[in-house]
């Protein structure tokens, strides 16, 4: 039998980790909360919301655009919970990122139901390390 190309870079067995990520390739940050298959439901151009199948609630988003964000709010405007060291920061807050990708579209009353269902599955690790923001 061929072995898998990736088999000697990997250990263990894969394991779910509900943690939000950024995807250098993409530009876009990932959340997750629940290792369940789930409806991705395109809220605007920034943010999608990813719903259970099982029973419609939001489970995880993903944020698209995260260097025009950082761009256009700067780090410090992004660092609502961050860490900084020697005066750079070393970590955003994902939940800062979201308000600031709301505030780049139209108020309407579906956008705002929308963000705010997303920010009732807040991940558990609130920030992502500045380091690991670099586009591809």
């Not at 999608?48 to 993903?62: A, E, K, N």
């Amino acid at each position: 039998m061929e072995k898998h190309f990736l088999e000697g870079m990997m250990e263990g067995r894969p394991q779910f980790r509900a943690e939000p990520w950024y995807n250098p390739y993409g530009d876009c940050i990932m959340y997750q909360m629940a290792d369940e298959a789930f409806v991705a439901e395109r809220v605007d151009e920034l943010l999608t919301i990813y719903r259970s199948v099982l029973d419609g609630r939001p489970i995880g988003f993903q944020i698209k655009g995260v260097q025009a964000i950082i761009r256009e709010f700067g780090w410090d405007g992004l660092a609502v919970t961050s860490e900084t060291a020697a005066g750079q920061v070393r970590s955003v807050s994902v939940m800062a990122l979201l308000l600031a990708a709301y505030d780049a579209g139209p108020k309407t009353l579906a956008r705002r139901l929308s963000y705010a269902a997303v920010m009732e599955c807040p991940p558990p690790r609130l920030t992502i390390a500045a380091d690991e923001m670099i586009p591809a």
